[in-house]
């Protein structure tokens, strides 16, 4: 390809990027002016996974379903790809929703609302008593968001009312990445971490000897 014909795509990709993120601005004005006056259902929790089930939102199902939630509540989990996922939790009393109407639907009526990747072009400021919990998928051990970047933007931070932050050292580094405000960070470990101490006894299904005082797991993030 010519050095024209890579400039051009190169500005086409920018161009393209402008108007996602001007949509993303309109619809998260749009869905908060809606959220303002849809009922809440105090008794209805959304997971918004994207396209797939990621860790640590597959750890908060499992632990809702270990901690009886599931009977209280009405679990709803947003998914584009939910049939893989549907099978393993059909008996767990799980509701799966693929559709963007519905999807958004959930999201404003619920109380209590999960995500590991931001809410994107579905983001929207809560009311009436709702919480948005960013639990994240790990500490960021690279460069992301608006880390030393000149230009601050809130990047997912104006809808979320609690960013997991898993030790203090990471802080100032997800305050920095993000654009959430002190008040917004939740200090506690990654729920997905919390399954190597449960009592199915992770240590002895990925052989570890549980004499062990120490251990380090290392678990990088796999690459194609």
Known sequence: MSFSGKLDKKEGFFMSLNIYNFCKKI???ILSMINLFLPKNEKKIVLYGRKMLNDNLEAMIIHFIQNDFTSKYKVYCLLAEPSKYEQTYKK??????SGILSSIFHLLSSQYIFHTHSLSIVAFKTCKNQKIFNLWHGSPLKKM?????S???PVGAKSDDYLLVASEFFIPISLESFGHSEQQIYLGGNPRNDLLFSE??????????NKLEKIILFM???RK
Request: aromatic content about 16%.
């Open 27 to 29: 619809s998260f004005y």
């Open 92 to 97: 767990e009393n799980i509701i799966f929703i």
């Open 200 to 209: 199915k006894n992770c240590r002895r299904i990925i052989e570890i000897d």
């Open 145 to 149: 968001g608006n880390y030393n970047k």
């Open 220 to 222: 990088p993030t796999f």
């Open 151 to 153: 230009t601050k933007k």
